[in-house]
């Protein structure tokens, strides 16, 4: 049987391409989808979703379920981890609580069927006047300092403050989770809680935290690299250049239980070196978030999300939308309201920015509607684009 090669994103780097090999042929010998997988010996092929989803039984071995993934579109990624690899997940996250000054009281506001409900947690599709006292209540009886949440629901909350004129001096942190944080809504967030450092986390279901949000410069995250390679790869295969958007392609060293190897998990970002000084991890930029989020042109090429969300979100008209691609010249496009919204006004810019991306022939039909639902896990989608995977 021929050997396991080592990817070439990790041959000029030691620690990766020992810790690669080790799991690799651990899992050829151990676990039954990678003795056919990775059978053929050479590097790795990459594990897709859609390959993950057919095998998701023999990858799981007989082992149960200890977590899935919300299944946007399709069939939810289910997975199992053991109580090393959860501890593991656990010291980064608090090793990253370090990295803004350590853990704080605080309050988490997130989809309850999706997450352990404590004594300091909410639900997240409750109202945000209920998310609001349920936070004032944490932090004057509580001393609560810190909101966890998506940041859709931030900015949510952030939008309802500034248009009853309030503010919430008190809290020093908030944590942005699940969903991609996009600067355009930094600003939001920030006048309404005007003494709260603001962290994000990137992570997923599959393999935990992935990398964090450097508190020195925060365009970049810092990958944990300890325990997880990394690559980013171009459309043919080979990796990214610094700067250079690509696909995430992640290897898990530890969890032998649900070996995830070279599992192309559909996110986009960019490798980078981050000049902060302080914090010795390789960092990654440009976070794009989901391939699922992209739109795509006619022609066949994609449109990031991020040249068009600024011009939706900051329309006056607009307290929440989504956009729909139903097929590649036509949109639906999901928006509640604020109250006085001119909506023919609204219509008639979004024609026009759409047509100005996708072509004069570009349809868009509109529903004003009073709630966009998030995905089981809480995660809300403000772009859905073509075949979009789970």
């Known amino acids: 049987m021929s050997d396991i090669e080592i990817p070439e994103s990790f041959q000029d780097r030691p620690y990766a391409a020992r810790h690669f090999r080790h799991i690799a042929r651990w899992a050829r010998q151990s676990a039954p989808f990678y003795r056919n997988f990775l059978a053929g010996g050479g590097v790795p092929p990459l594990l897709t979703r859609e390959i993950l989803q057919a095998h998701n039984d023999a990858l799981l071995d007989g082992r149960p379920v200890t977590g899935k993934t919300s299944g946007a579109t399709s069939v939810p990624v289910r997975v199992h981890w053991g109580a090393p690899r959860s501890r593991l997940d656990l010291k980064d996250n608090l090793a990253y609580a370090g990295w803004y000054g350590g853990v704080l009281e605080h309050v988490k506001i997130v989809a309850l069927s999706a997450h352990e409900k404590k004594d300091n947690s909410f639900e997240v599709a409750s109202p945000v006047t209920e998310q609001l006292a349920f936070l004032h209540e944490r932090i004057h009886r509580h001393g609560a300092k810190s909101l966890i949440s998506y940041p859709t629901n931030l900015v949510q909350l952030a939008v309802h403050l500034q248009q009853s004129g309030q503010t919430v001096p008190e809290l020093e942190r908030l944590v942005c989770m699940s969903e991609l944080f996009e600067p355009s809504q930094e600003a939001c967030i920030a006048a309404v809680f005007p003494n709260a450092r603001i962290a994000a986390t990137y992570s997923c279901t599959e393999t935990g935290m992935i990398a964090g949000r450097c508190p020195h410069n925060p365009d970049n995250y810092h990958i944990m690299a300890h325990k997880l ?162």
């Open 229 to 390: 390679g990394v690559e980013f790869l171009n459309a043919g295969g080979r990796p990214c250049k610094e700067g250079e958007v690509g696909q995430i392609v992640i290897t898990d060293y530890f969890n032998r239980a649900m070996p995830f190897i070279r599992y192309a998990i559909g996110d986009l970002a960019a490798p980078v070196h981050c000049d902060c000084g302080k914090i010795d991890l390789p960092a990654l930029t440009r976070l794009l978030g989901k391939q699922r989020g992209l739109l795509r042109h006619p022609d066949g090429h994609y449109v990031f999300s991020t040249e068009l969300s600024p011009h939706i979100r900051d329309s006056v008209e607009v307290r929440q939308y989504q956009v729909i691609q139903e097929r590649p010249a036509r949109f639906l496009l999901r928006v509640i309201a604020r109250d006085g919204a001119d909506a023919a006004a609204f219509e008639s810019r979004m024609r026009e920015l759409f047509a100005a991306h996708f072509g004069a022939g570009t349809e868009m039909a509109f529903d004003w509607c009073t709630e966009i639902p998030r995905l089981p896990g809480g995660k809300y989608m403000e772009f859905v684009g073509l075949k979009d995977p789970a």
